[in-house]
């Protein structure tokens, strides 16, 4: 399938309690309108849109629609698969948060395929993505979030989390593709130097980097202190994120 065209371009985001402030919106939209050429919507599916920037739109998150006593938690991504996210139409690129970019994210909307995912950087045997970046057509896929309504007990006991669910579903139906390797890189397995040169040399973007992912403990102001956050792999304080996680 060739790569949807620019008409109607739509960057996602989703907010829900209170481990992010709107400050991680407002920056994750700064960042957008600095590394992405032409006209785009942005878009957050939120439960709190105080301290929002106004050109940001605030839509409530869908419910899930599962049993009262369940756990939502990170599931709730799968609502933006629904077959009608408000009225939504064109191509949509899924952001997480906590995500650094440094670069121009223009082809992240160019990219051949009809669901793009990054590829697990840890175990790449599995076809599990990580879905801190994902691009689909909006509605298109309405069946990741159907069936794991009709079937969440079942997929639940079997996956960890969304990411696993809906790589699984559509690598079923041949739907699935992932970034260029380089383009999303893990803060941990990519930016930090390995052991021991992480003591005495600081992380630093890698070659081909487009986005950083924060997966885990730690979010972009650890990183610039060079707080570990508890996690075993250390690094020295990253001054340099400020140039970038910026409004």
Known sequence: MSAPGCAERTVLCM????????????????????????EFRFVCLTDRSDGIRAEVQCLPIPDLALPDGIPERGWKKLTT?????????????????????????????????EFLIIHDWKRPWRITGNSSVYRFELGAHPQVLE????????????????????????????????WPADWCASWKYHCVP???????????????????????????PDAMAGRSMGNWRRALAAPWIAQHWHE
């Open 147 to 178: 069936r794991f309504r009709n079937e969440h007990e079942n997929i639940r006991k079997r996956l960890r989390n969304e990411q696993a669910w809906l790589s699984e579903v559509l690598h079923q139906e041949g739907k699935l593709s992932y």
């Open 15 to 38: 907010k829900w309690g209170t481990k992010y402030g709107a400050d991680y919106v407002n920056r994750l939209y700064g960042m957008v309108r600095r590394h992405l050429r032409g």
């Open 81 to 113: 698969f629904a077959a009608d996210l408000h009225g939504l139409k064109g191509t949509a690129l899924f952001l997480d948060l906590d995500v650094v970019i440094v670069d121009d994210i223009t082809p992240f909307f160019e990219q051949p395929g």
């Open 194 to 220: 390995h052991f021991p040169l992480n003591f005495v040399k600081a992380p630093a973007v890698p070659r081909g980097a487009r986005i950083l992912i924060f997966h885990g403990v730690v979010n972009p």
